[in-house]
């Protein structure tokens, strides 16, 4: 049961321009989303998170949109550049819940061409 | 301040062996989580310690897995009697403190079994 899903594998997007990466969620108990980016051979390095009590989170370059009602989130990055270029993970969990565990779902591999 | 150590990177093991991973949470880290990765797919939560307790254990498979953070030393993932379907990349991560999910991830140790 994929309760966070990618369903975009891969994304190509020239540099300078927007890249929006989608995720959905079927669990309507989770109240606090994540997105992690990953290069090969590494571990995800945090991005940017958003806690459901908000609709929008800003940072730099970065920004994750929350529609709760369509149980949807996205991160856009504008301008997009060639180091952007990664797999980017979505991960959700219940900030309720006793333990810190993460639902992740299965990646987008973003590609930046120059 | 070093961040989240795993070693080793690479681990081969023959079928029936026994696999042990190390993690180093950063400084100041108390808290563990072991996640893994399995080919195409997202990171999956396997399991969350504290120093001397195992606080979730919800993601670990009943059999030959078993994880530990003793009051000394690193965070040692244990698999007994590897199977080929144990071929994946183990990440751990830490966080300072519960309700923080923008924990840091180390660069994972690649497991394959031959």
């Known amino acids: 049961d994929q309760q966070v899903k990618q369903n975009s594998p891969s994304l190509s997007v020239q540099e300078g321009r927007i890249s929006i990466l989608n995720c959905d969620y079927t669990?309507?108990?989770?109240?606090?989303f994540l997105w992690y980016k990953k290069y090969p051979a590494e571990g995800p390095t945090f991005l940017i998170s958003i806690s459901s009590i908000k609709d929008k989170n800003e940072d730099g370059r970065f920004t994750v949109f929350l529609n709760k009602s369509a149980k949807h989130l996205s991160l856009h990055i504008v301008p997009s550049q060639p180091g952007d270029s990664a797999v980017y993970f979505c991960a959700a969990s219940a900030l309720g819940g006793a333990t810190n565990k993460l639902i992740f779902g299965t990646g987008t591999l973003l590609a930046v061409q120059p | 301040n070093a961040g989240v150590m795993q070693n080793p990177r690479h681990l081969v093991r023959r079928r029936g062996q026994e696999a042990r991973l190390r993690c180093s949470p950063m400084?100041?880290?108390?808290?563990v989580y072991w996640y893994r990765q399995l080919p195409e797919e997202g990171l999956k939560f396997m399991v969350y310690l504290q120093k001397e307790n195992i606080i979730d254990e919800s993601g670990m498979p009943k059999e030959r897995f078993s994880a530990e953070f003793p009051k000394e030393g690193p965070s040692i993932l244990r698999i007994q009697q590897v199977v080929r379907g144990d071929s994946a990349a183990y990440f751990c991560a830490s966080s300072p403190q519960q309700g923080n999910y923008g924990y840091t991830f180390g660069s994972g140790t690649r497991l394959t079994v031959v």
């Open positions: 669990n309507s108990m989770f109240d606090y």
């Open positions: 400084k100041g880290h108390s808290h």
